[in-house]
């Protein structure tokens, strides 16, 4: 079967939003179909097994997030903060369906090592980036430093989509800019902005 890569995409996202909407036990190929518009079959015709699916639900994730933060800038402090914030914005709002399914993913990638490994490429990725923004920046980063800035992060955004104000309210995640400036002077507490 010669692939459309356009279909393909579709079939990924559809996956996603799938993923983000019903779970894990949500995700089978006749709901990829619907949720894509596409002809029963489809889905099957393109990824034979739930586990080609999720896979490439996964992969799918790794290619959307570096889409979008390769074009990111960084020469300050300051900067790296409004990239912290945009992203955690995003992940809020038009990201939510794609961060909700990496939270699944991980579950998945639990019992699934096919998973796990795309995911740990965004992972590998997510630490580079941060590494490289937090330099950017001018701080004195190490992968520690950006490791413990990173997994902050990660772990914010499952709270902020998943726990209610009172709780958001006791970690600090109802002032997002304090939040990240805080992290950031956790991180590297020597650094004078």
């Known amino acids: 079967m010669v692939e459309n890569r356009d279909r393909r995409d579709r079939l990924c996202d559809a996956a996603i939003e799938v993923l983000a909407g019903e ?44 889409s979008e933060l390769r074009q990111a800038e960084i020469d300050t402090v300051d900067q790296l903060l409004a990239l912290l ?42 630490l580079d980036l941060h590494l490289s923004a937090h330099q950017a920046a001018g701080l004195p980063a190490t992968r520690e430093s950006a490791a413990m800035v990173t997994l902050a992060v ?10 209610p104000p009172d709780v958001l309210a006791s970690y600090g995640l109802d002032d997002l800019d304090q939040f990240l400036s805080r992290l950031i002077a956790s991180a590297y507490p020597r650094h004078r902005g």
């Open 23 to 66: 779970g894990g036990r949500g995700l089978t190929h006749r709901a990829v179909d619907r949720a894509a518009e596409l002809p029963e079959g489809t889905a099957k015709n393109y990824f034979p097994t739930r586990d080609s699916l999720l896979r490439a639900a996964a992969e799918r994730c790794v290619e959307r997030y570096w």
């Open 85 to 126: 914030r945009l992203m955690i914005e995003r992940a809020m709002t038009v990201n939510r369906s794609r961060v909700l399914a990496y939270i699944e993913l991980h579950a998945e990638a639990a019992r699934n090592p096919q998973v796990q490994q795309a995911l740990a490429r965004l992972s590998r990725a997510d």
């Open 154 to 163: 990660n772990s914010a955004l499952t709270y902020l989509l998943t726990q």
